[in-house]
Each structure stands twice: as structure tokens, then as C-alpha cells.
T-cell receptor
Framework: EDQVTQSPEALRLQEGESSSLNCSYT??????LFWYRQDPGKGPEFLFT???AGEEKEKERLKATLTKKESFLHITAPKPEDSATYLC????????????FGKGTSLLVTP | DARVTQTPRHKVTEMGQEVTMRCQPI?????VFWYRQTMMQGLELLAY????????DSGMPKDRFSAEMPDATLATLKIQPSEPRDSAVYFC?????????????FGPGTRLTVL
């Protein structure tokens, strides 16, 4: 069975203090690893898809990386507007087009 | 600006009542997903359709939940009868799924409270 574990559950950063969020996964045949951002009271917002180990993608202060066992979401010099819950999800050879989500990391960036 | 729309945004009902949630996927998307989100369980897949055909509904309690796509512009999720444990936020997502491509785009959700 596919498993996705995110850590930490919650993270508090000072503005400008860079850090990384972790998503470790166990799947049979990775077809894609996805990162989403979710603001309170809203639906998840798509950020990145990674397909193979070694792949990296960047968007503004965010950079996602992928290995054979985990993915990291690096946040460089975060701002308060980066505060949100970040969700990781995987698609596997068992899941068709469905995604299996982790429980998320709640990020708070203080001024 | 193409978006997934969901109605209603909020629903409060009493135990035993029927609840119907509606979703309009992004025009041209061929795959529609229903998820439920709770604090305890996170985001869980209930069911999904591709080209309007149901592909997976294994996450759905079949005795009370049903999902349909009467046409390409409308997906519905029905609960009958509703129970307090169904209280959650229900999200619809759509995507243009083909081969490797499988990004999903979420609607704003329906917050359901069953008293």
C-alpha cells in the first residue's frame, strides 16, 4: 500500500529564515510526486510535479527536489505570505490517476 | 481564469437528511475527483471519473454515498442518509489526465456539518 509521510507536522520560521519540508514515500512504481499549497478555508493549489529522482523544480522562493525515497520542499528567505499548509501527494502504478496525500506541514512565517 | 466551481460552499443539515454537492470541472478536463478532508484523516479520495466513466469509488461508503457525472460539465456527490461523522470539507478536483500528465486542480470545497 502506498504511504506518504510529511514532516514536521508544523514549522514556525522567522521571515528570511530558510528551511526545508520533508515528504517521504513508499510506493510501488512512482508515477509522479506532487506538491500543493493550501490556505485556510481554500482548496489545495498546485505547485509542482516531479517524476524522477534527481529532478528539481523552482517557483519564486520554493524549490522542490526528489530522491528515490523522499522529496524536499526548500523555502528560501520566506515571507509571511508563504504561511500555509504544504501538502505532498504521490501517484503510483497502483493508483491510476488518483493521488495519495500526506497530512501536510503547517508553516507559519512571522515578521 | 479557468477554475473548478463547487456548490454549495457551506451546508448545515440534520442527521438523516439527503445532501447533494455539485461540481463544475474546468472546461476540457477529462478527469474529476472527489476528496474529503478532515483534521484527523487529511485528504482522502472518495471517487473519480475519467471521460465521465467511474474508475474508482473504493474510498466511498457505498451504502450512503453515490457519485455521478450526468454530463461533462457536472459532477455530483450525494449522501443519503447523512450522519454526523460525514461532517468534513468535500473537495472536487479536475485534471487533463493522459499518460504521465495527471495534475489536479481543486475547487474551493463544500464545508458540510451534519448535526
Amino acid at each position: 500500500e502506498d504511504q506518504v509521510t510529511q514532516s514536521p507536522e508544523a514549522l514556525r520560521l522567522q521571515e528570511g529564515e530558510s528551511s526545508s519540508l520533508n515528504c517521504s514515500y513508499t510506493v510501488s512504481g512512482l508515477r509522479g510526486l506532487f506538491w500543493y499549497r493550501q490556505d485556510p478555508g481554500k482548496g489545495p493549489e498546485f505547485l509542482f510535479t516531479l517524476y524522477s529522482a534527481g529532478e528539481e523544480k523552482e517557483k519564486e522562493r520554493l524549490k522542490a527536489t526528489l530522491t528515490k525515497k523522499e522529496s524536499f520542499l526548500h523555502i528560501t528567505a520566506p515571507k509571511p505570505e508563504d504561511s500555509a499548509t504544504y501538502l505532498c501527494a504521490v501517484r503510483s502504478s497502483n493508483s491510476g490517476y488518483a493521488l495519495n496525500f500526506g497530512k501536510g506541514t503547517s508553516l507559519l512565517v512571522t515578521p | 481564469d479557468a477554475r473548478v466551481t463547487q456548490t454549495p460552499r457551506h451546508k448545515v443539515t440534520e442527521m438523516g437528511q439527503e445532501v447533494t454537492m455539485r461540481c463544475q470541472p474546468i472546461l476540457g478536463h477529462n478527469t474529476v475527483f472527489w476528496y474529503r478532508q478532515t483534521m484527523m484523516q487529511g485528504l482522502e479520495l472518495l471517487a473519480y471519473f475519467r471521460n465521465r466513466a467511474p474508475l474508482d469509488d473504493s474510498g466511498m461508503p457505498k451504502d450512503r454515498f453515490s457519485a455521478e457525472m450526468p454530463d461533462a460539465t457536472l459532477a455530483t456527490l450525494k449522501i443519503q442518509p447523512s450522519e454526523p461523522r460525514d461532517s468534513a470539507v468535500y473537495f472536487c478536483a479536475s485534471g487533463l489526465s493522459s499518460g504521465r500528465v495527471s495534475e489536479q486542480f481543486f475547487g474551493p470545497g463544500t464545508r458540510l456539518t451534519v448535526l
